[in-house]
C-alpha cells in the first residue's frame, strides 16, 4: 500500500497531532497490516462504514477511488452499493452511485470484461473487424473442434462470414448483436445462444456502448471462414436506435 499524507497535506499546520495519529497510526499501522485484512477488504468495510453513517462527501470519494486502487471491480462496487441501499437509505445509495459512476464509468477497460477465461490477445485484424477486439484460444487446432473465447469493445462489430461447418455462440458478457443475411438483427444477451448452421452468411459484434463477449465452438476440418463485407455505419446505427 502506498504511503498516506492526507492528513498532514490538509491538516499539518492547523492540527499537527490529528495529522500525525492519521497518517502514521491509521493508515502506516492499521492500514497496512495485510496478514489480519487486505487492502481490498479494508477499503470495503470503511466505504460501507461511511456510507452507513451518511459521511457522502469528499472523504467517501476519496475512499472509493482507493478502493478502485485496491482492486474493487465496477461490478463489486456496484452490487456493494446496491445491498448497502436497502440497509442504509435508497437516497444514500442514490448519492453514492453518483461517485461511483464518476469514478469507475469513464475508465472501463476490456479487462473488466475478461471473463472466466481471462481477456486473450489483441487480434490485428482491420480488414474483418471494425475495431479492437480480443480472442483468448481455449481449444486450439490440436482439438477436433476449436473454442475461443471472443471479447468485442464497444461498437466493434466483424464483416459477414461463412463456416462451412456452422459455429455456436455462447454470450458471457455484455450486449451485442447477430444478424443472418436477409433477416432481422437479434440483440443478445449474457446466456443467449446462437446456434450458426454451416454455410449462414451472418456477423456478429458488439452494441454501440458495451463491451460483448462470446465463447465461440466450430469445427475448423472444413476451412477457414469466408469472409466478406461488413455492414454499413449508417445500417449499424439503426440497429441502435430501434
Given at each position: 500500500?502506498?504511503?498516506?499524507?492526507?492528513g498532514?497535506d490538509?491538516l499539518?499546520?492547523?492540527?499537527?497531532e490529528?495529522?500525525?495519529?492519521?497518517?502514521?497510526v491509521?493508515?502506516?499501522q492499521?492500514?497496512?497490516?495485510?496478514?489480519?485484512l487486505?487492502?481490498?477488504q479494508?477499503s470495503m468495510?470503511t466505504?460501507s462504514?461511511?456510507?452507513?453513517?451518511?459521511?457522502?462527501?469528499e472523504?467517501l470519494?476519496?475512499?472509493?477511488e482507493?478502493?478502485?486502487e485496491n482492486?474493487i471491480?465496477k461490478?463489486e462496487i456496484?452490487a456493494m452499493?446496491?445491498?448497502l441501499?436497502?440497509?442504509?437509505?435508497w437516497?444514500?445509495?442514490?448519492?453514492?452511485?453518483?461517485?461511483?459512476?464518476?469514478?469507475?464509468?469513464?475508465?472501463?477497460?476490456a479487462?473488466?470484461h475478461?471473463?472466466?477465461?481471462?481477456l486473450?490477445?489483441?487480434?490485428?485484424?482491420?480488414a474483418?473487424?471494425?475495431?479492437n477486439?480480443?480472442?483468448?484460444?481455449?481449444?486450439?487446432?490440436?482439438?477436433?473442434?476449436?473454442a475461443?473465447?471472443?471479447?468485442?469493445?464497444?461498437?466493434?462489430?466483424?464483416?459477414y462470414?461463412?463456416?462451412?461447418?456452422?459455429q455456436?455462440l455462447l454470450?458471457?458478457?455484455g450486449?451485442g448483436?447477430?444478424?443472418?443475411?436477409?433477416?432481422?438483427a437479434?440483440k443478445?444477451?449474457?446466456?443467449?445462444i446462437?446456434?450458426i448452421?454451416g454455410g449462414?452468411k451472418?456477423?456478429?459484434?458488439?452494441?454501440?456502448?458495451?463491451y460483448f463477449?462470446?465463447?465461440?465452438?466450430?469445427?475448423?476440418?472444413?476451412?477457414q471462414p469466408?469472409?466478406?463485407?461488413r455492414?454499413?455505419?449508417?445500417?449499424y446505427?439503426?440497429?441502435?436506435?430501434?
Amino acid at each position: 500500500m502506498k504511503k498516506v499524507t492526507a492528513g498532514r497535506d490538509y491538516l499539518g499546520n492547523l492540527a499537527p497531532e490529528f495529522a500525525a495519529a492519521n497518517d502514521d497510526v491509521l493508515f502506516a499501522q492499521l492500514w497496512a497490516n495485510e496478514e489480519a485484512l487486505s487492502p481490498k477488504q479494508r477499503s470495503m468495510i470503511t466505504i460501507s462504514a461511511l456510507m452507513g453513517a451518511g459521511i457522502l462527501d469528499e472523504s467517501l470519494k476519496s475512499h472509493l477511488e482507493m478502493g478502485k486502487e485496491n482492486g474493487i471491480t465496477k461490478k463489486e462496487i456496484v452490487a456493494m452499493v446496491t445491498q448497502l441501499a436497502f440497509y442504509t437509505g435508497w437516497p444514500k445509495g442514490w448519492a453514492v452511485f453518483a461517485m461511483v459512476a464518476e469514478i469507475y464509468q469513464e475508465e472501463e477497460t476490456a479487462k473488466d470484461h475478461a471473463g472466466l477465461f481471462g481477456l486473450g490477445e489483441l487480434l490485428d485484424d482491420p480488414a474483418h473487424f471494425s475495431g479492437n477486439v480480443y480472442v483468448k484460444d481455449i481449444l486450439d487446432f490440436n482439438y477436433p473442434m476449436i473454442a475461443d473465447q471472443v471479447t468485442f469493445e464497444p461498437g466493434c462489430i466483424n464483416n459477414y462470414h461463412i463456416h462451412a461447418a456452422g459455429q455456436i455462440l455462447l454470450v458471457t458478457d455484455g450486449a451485442g448483436w447477430y444478424q443472418e443475411e436477409g433477416k432481422p438483427a437479434q440483440k443478445l444477451h449474457v446466456g443467449d445462444i446462437v446456434k450458426i448452421p454451416g454455410g449462414v452468411k451472418h456477423w456478429h459484434g458488439a452494441a454501440k456502448n458495451s463491451y460483448f463477449s462470446h465463447l465461440a465452438l466450430e469445427d475448423w476440418s472444413k476451412g477457414q471462414p469466408e469472409w466478406l463485407e461488413r455492414i454499413s455505419e449508417e445500417e449499424y446505427n439503426a440497429l441502435e436506435e430501434e
